[in-house]
């Protein structure tokens, strides 16, 4: 940003003044991410705000006719997203260490287990339409749609970008500078930390 001073000696110059998000010491992509994190959590408490005012008005919670929910698998599949969380810190480190190497490879196995988490929902999913989970007129099936499949939305473009950054970061790509790692990180422990209160919210409650 640049601007016209007036001088001592009564002349005018311009000076380029740095950004604002630099004088705080948060770089630009860290605070639009900060900033979309800020929406998207809006956007999850309304999800959990619909879930909870429907559930409460719904006589018998799950419906008799409604398959139990797998709670055992989907635990332990939560346990494996948490653990991404702890990977995803290992790169952070290593990028702070100037480690390629290792960024490339913890946000390979970071990548790998965020995939390995919608494998297992998928198929779980898969498995709750067969025995009879009706998504589309029931409250029921309908808000187990839209708030984990919302979900699994956000871990899919997650894993997307954690691989991309994976592969950039293997190449050498001159192109993955340093500010571009820490806003995927936020945005993926903010992915995993949503997840907790979901499982418990849909599958425990």
Do not use: K
Not at 70 to 87: K, Y
Not at 135 to 155: D, E, N, Q, R
Not at 175 to 196: H, K, N, Q, S
């Amino acid at each position: 940003m640049a601007t016209l001073a007036m001088t001592r000696s009564g002349r005018r110059e311009l000076r380029v003044l740095p950004p604002a998000s630099r004088a705080t010491g948060i770089s630009s992509p860290v605070l639009g991410m900060l900033v979309f994190l800020g929406a998207e959590a809006m956007f999850f408490a309304g999800l959990v705000s619909a879930f909870v005012v429907l559930r409460s008005s719904a006589g018998i919670w799950p419906p008799p006719d409604q398959p139990r929910l797998p709670v055992v698998i989907t635990g332990a599949n939560t346990l494996v997203l948490l653990l991404s969380a702890f990977t995803m810190a290992r790169a952070i480190a290593a990028r702070r260490a100037g480690r390629r190497p290792d960024l490339a490879r913890w946000l390979a196995v970071t990548g790998c287990l965020g995939a390995a988490f919608l494998l297992v929902q998928g198929v779980e999913w898969v498995r709750l339409v067969q025995h009879g989970l009706r998504i589309g007129p029931g409250v029921y099936g309908s808000l187990f749609a839209a708030v984990i499949g919302a979900h699994a939305l956000h871990v899919l473009g997650g894993v997307v970008v954690v691989v991309s950054t994976s592969v950039a970061a293997y190449r050498m790509r001159p192109i993955l500078r340093e500010d571009l790692v820490l806003p995927g990180a936020l945005y993926w422990w903010f992915v995993v930390g949503v997840w907790p209160v979901l499982y418990g919210l849909v599958y425990l409650s």
